[in-house]
């Protein structure tokens, strides 16, 4: 059974994501939207083109005029501002205008970028995301941040740009490897930290089901995560607020990603970062010893690491980087902290040593 959520965006519906196991219903979702398009380019990446273009075409193809594909090699380090000039180059070439759209067929690299052209092309048009990875699944996809990264500095360059619609198929999970799998367990563990015990609880009860990539309870899993994520940017668009509690693991998260070169993946770095958020919340009084236990054997359970051994990473480094994030917004730290499993806050009174503590703890 085909499962289907509205977002809306000011108050208004904007766009449907739509959770089926297989890409049989994407056509007639596609028609749906009710868009006007004569030309529809996916754009993917080397890796997913080889198992679910030739699906995905058909279905474009039995709606659109002409189907074209770019495909460009996979990888964080081709987010980036090349990728999309040759993208504009070949819907240029292709003459597509602005009635036409693009379909993000991939993971979060893929979505990003292609979000980011289909805002900025002929100033805007069309874009729907199909999302391939756990990571993309439930959460880049949703809520209309798209961009690349500049130089060394990740997501630099970017915008706010809604999808028409987000086609998601449980069933390409499969072809999903473990290690890429657990990385986006880290942000589903995160919802149910930052706004949703129940959901904790059904994660600690369905560890196995979820592993073995059942596909009822990887329905259920998007479904509830889809709708997390709804929840938060429906009520903060643009991050003026409270969005900022989907970044729950993420100061810490982000300082280990660099300082291992990215050899780590988003989620796992989000993983170690949420043990460090648990443990300060601990420390200030907010939840106790058991919960802050009880969060990291969930992330223990997902096969998700809980501290830094074997990174070798360079203490110094990392605590500079907290210190950078400190910069960039106006010399307070904005951390996210929970007061009970299942609700989190913005904390701006962090110190210096707070944030060394829980630094020495994830990394003993
Ligand atoms: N826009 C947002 O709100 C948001 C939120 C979180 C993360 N992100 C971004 O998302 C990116 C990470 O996304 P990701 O983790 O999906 O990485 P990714 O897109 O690099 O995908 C991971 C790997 O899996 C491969 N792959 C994708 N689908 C597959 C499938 N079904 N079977 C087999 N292999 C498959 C890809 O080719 C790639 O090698 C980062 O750039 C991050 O900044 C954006
Ligand atoms: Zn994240």
Redesign the pocket.
């Given at each position: 059974m085909n499962k289907d959520i509205l977002v809306h965006n000011n108050n208004k519906p904007c766009y449907h994501i739509v959770i089926s196991n297989t890409f049989e219903e994407l056509a007639l979702r596609i028609k749906t939207t009710g868009l006007n398009f004569k030309r529809i380019c996916i754009v993917t990446?080397s890796?997913?083109a080889p198992?679910y273009l030739e699906m995905v075409s058909k279905a474009c193809r039995m709606e659109a005029d002409r189907v074209e594909s770019f495909v460009f090699e996979?990888?964080?380090q081709n987010?980036n501002l090349d990728i999309v000039r040759k993208l504009y180059a070949f819907l240029i070439e292709n003459e597509f205008d602005r009635h036409d759209i693009l379909v993000a067929l991939?993971?979060?690299?893929?979505?990003?970028l292609t979000g980011f052209t289909a805002a900025t092309y002929l100033r805007g048009i069309d874009f729907i995301q199909v999302p391939?990875?756990l990571?993309?699944q439930v959460?880049?996809s949703i809520?209309g941040?798209?961009g690349v990264d500049f130089d060394a500095y990740?997501?630099m360059v970017g915008a706010f740009k809604m999808p028409k619609l987000v086609y998601i198929n449980t069933g390409?999970?499969l072809?999903?490897?473990a290690r890429?799998f657990n990385?986006?367990m880290g942000e589903v563990i995160k919802y149910g930290c930052i706004s949703d015990y129940d959901y904790f609880k059904w994660l600690e009860t369905n560890a196995g089901s979820v592993i073995s990539r059942n596909q009822d309870t990887l329905a259920e899993l998007v479904f509830t995560s889809c709708e997390n994520k709804r929840r938060v940017v429906e009520e903060d668009p643009t991050e003026k607020g409270i969005r900022a509690i989907l970044n729950f693991g993420h100061t810490f998260g982000h300082a280990i990603e660099k300082e291992c070169g990215f050899t780590m993946?988003?989620g796992e770095c989000v993983a170690i970062g949420m043990v460090a958020a648990a443990y300060i919340s601990a420390k200030k009084g907010y939840i106790c010893d058991a919960d802050k236990e009880r969060i990291i054997d969930l992330i223990r359970r997902y096969k998700l690491p809980t501290d830094t051994s074997g990174l070798n990473l360079d203490r110094k480094a990392i605590l500079n980087d907290l210190k950078h994030d400190k910069k960039m917004i106006a010399g307070k730290l904005k951390f996210i902290l929970i007061k009970h499993i299942g609700e989190a806050f913005i904390d701006t009174s962090l110190s210096l040593d707070d944030l060394n503590e829980a630094l020495e703890y994830i990394t003993e």
């Open positions: 990446d890796n997913v198992l996979a990888g964080e987010k991939g993971g979060g690299v893929v979505g990003d391939t990875t990571l993309s959460d880049s809520g941040k798209t990740k997501n390409t999970l072809s999903l490897d890429q990385s986006g993946y988003h």
